[in-house]
Structures are given as structure tokens and as C-alpha cells.
């Protein structure tokens, strides 16, 4: 189930690179993946779609916050697909106007179900509830995790690594920098680079939980993808994760607002306040001497949504 175009361009950046103090940078632009606003979702969800349907799906399900990305990618991808879609939502529905990710979901026709609870945590064990009931409805619903963060999705960036390797324009091992939210983007990397015989440096930058929290089931996520694929398992060292979550995960950071600034202004780029401006804020701190691959994942309508609470 082809979403994405693909392959997305690596460009270079050499005004952002001397803002930041780096000596040279390229720009992995998943933002521009193609399908709706979905930025690196597209990727994952290509492997989910070809799944569900393999499995005989009607009804996609899956959950996480209001704003999610991975939620709005998710309903248009049903949309697309001709699939039915329910998303389990943390939280309370409230009459205040709603994320741009939310109102899109709707938009592409999502069902709403609420945990009525703040906590991301709280629906993943309402994601089977919700299931359980399609199925007394006579539906057959496939089951995604937040973020699409298991090793079906993940399988999206161990391809993306061939991509990249084919791409890169240097000799010298980059550094490759990448946001780190669910584990889905960052494993599938890890998985790839060592499969290839660890051509780049990664390093994740957490926006949502500790970096050993992240780095534990990054690893997992990645040995899972190598072993469904008879590759070489990634070990500890092959998964490097920096705190970027600056006052919380969804909270906006100085750092990272300088850094979405500096890439307005210098490339062009749109960056989130959620995950890629956090990261690209801790690239300079990880890089070293050499060159440096940032990669774009996305996040267009989260931008939006920061553009819109701003003063006027």
C-alpha cells in the first residue's frame, strides 16, 4: 500500500549548518512524504495498511493524544484505504477548539472514543476495549499501537535506512539526528544501520520520556525488526538516546523555538514544537566535528496549531 513518494530528498543546508556551528548539515525532508500532512507516519503506516489487509481488516484502531500525528495520519490512511477508523483519545472531549491533528481525524471521518483520563498511558488498555466491542458489531478492527511504535511499523525506517545510505553524498560517517517520540522511527533506523554495517551514527533525541526508558524499548523494537528480517541484532551500543524534552513532552522549549527560527530563516524548514525543533535544538551538542544528517520527520499541523495560539 504505496502512501509515501518516495525517496524524499536529502538536502543540504549550509546557511542552517552555520547557525548552528556545525560544519556541514543535510536535511532528510520526510516532512515531504506526500500523503495528507502524515511526515514520517507515511512510512509506518504503509506497513500497518499492507497488515490489516493481510489480515482481513475493515476497521483500523488506534489512540494517543489529541494532538497526535500518528492519529490524523491514521485516519486519512482508512480514509484512503477504504477502511473504517476509531480513535481511543486521552482525555475528556471538551467544547474549546480542537488541535488541527484532531480536527483533520474528524475531517477524514475518525469515531472518537475519550479514556477521560490525561494520561497517555490510558489508552493502550482502552485500544482493546474498543476493539473487543467492534468485534461484537460484527467488525473485524486491526489494533495499532500509539505512535505505530511496534515492529510492523518500524520495518517503514528499516527501509528508509537503504535510502539513505544510497543518498548520502559524503564518504565521512555522518551523524544522524532524529526525534524520538514512541521508538517506531528510531528503531527501524537502528535495525537498518547495523544491517548495513553501521554506515551513520544515531543518535534519538527523547521529546516524551527519559532517554533509558526510550533507548530500552528502541532496542527492543530494533532486534524485533532484524530478527523478522534475518539480520544482524542491534545491541546497546547501536542505540544512542539525548534528552530533548526540555519542560515536557507536548510543552514548547527556548531552545527548541530558537532552533524552528533559525531553520525558518536560513532553509526554509517548518519545525514543530513538539518534536523536530527539540531536536534539531540538541543537534550542534551531538554531532561533533563531522557532517550531519538531520532527519525531518514532520509535524506540519502541530506548527500550525503553535502558529494559531500566538499572539497576534
Known sequence: MRLAILPTPLVEAPRLAEALGVR?????????????????????????????????????????????????????????????????????????????????????????????????????????????????????????????????????????????????????????????????TLAGLVAGNVALGRPFRLVGASVSRSPDQVAERVLALAREVAGQRGELAPTEADVQVVDARGPGHALPSHEGDLAADLALRTAGLVLDPVYTAKALAVLPSVVGDGPAVFWHTGGLLDAVAAFLQEPT
Not at 25 to 51: I, S
Not at 148 to 158: C, E, I, P, V
Request: glycine letters at 14%; one cysteine or more.
Open 24 to 184: 556541514s548539515l543535510y536535511v532528510k525532508r520526510d516532512d515531504l512524504t506526500g500523503f495528507a500532512v502524515a511526515g514520517n507516519k507515511a512510512r509506518q503506516l504503509e506497513q500497518l495498511l499492507d497488515e490489516a489487509l493481510a489480515r482481513g481488516a475493515d476497521t483500523l484502531v488506534t489512540g494517543g493524544t489529541p494532538g497526535s500525528n500518528f492519529v490524523q495520519a491514521a485516519s486519512a490512511a482508512a480514509a484512503w484505504a477504504g477502511l473504517g477508523c476509531h480513535l481511543v483519545l486521552a482525555g475528556s472531549a471538551r467544547p474549546a477548539r480542537s488541535h488541527p491533528n484532531l480536527a483533520a481525524a474528524v475531517a477524514w471521518g475518525a469515531e472518537l472514543h475519550w479514556t477521560d483520563d490525561p494520561d497517555r498511558g490510558s489508552v493502550d488498555g482502552a485500544l482493546t476495549r474498543v476493539a473487543v466491542g467492534l468485534v461484537g458489531r460484527g467488525l473485524v478492527p486491526y489494533v495499532m499501537p500509539r505512535g505505530g511504535a511496534n515492529a510492523t511499523g518500524a520495518s517503514g525506517y528499516r527501509l528508509a535506512a537503504d535510502e539513505l545510505l544510497a543518498q548520502l553524498p559524503v564518504d565521512e560517517p555522518p551523524v544522524v539526528v532524529v526525534s524520538t517520540g514512541a521508538g517506531g
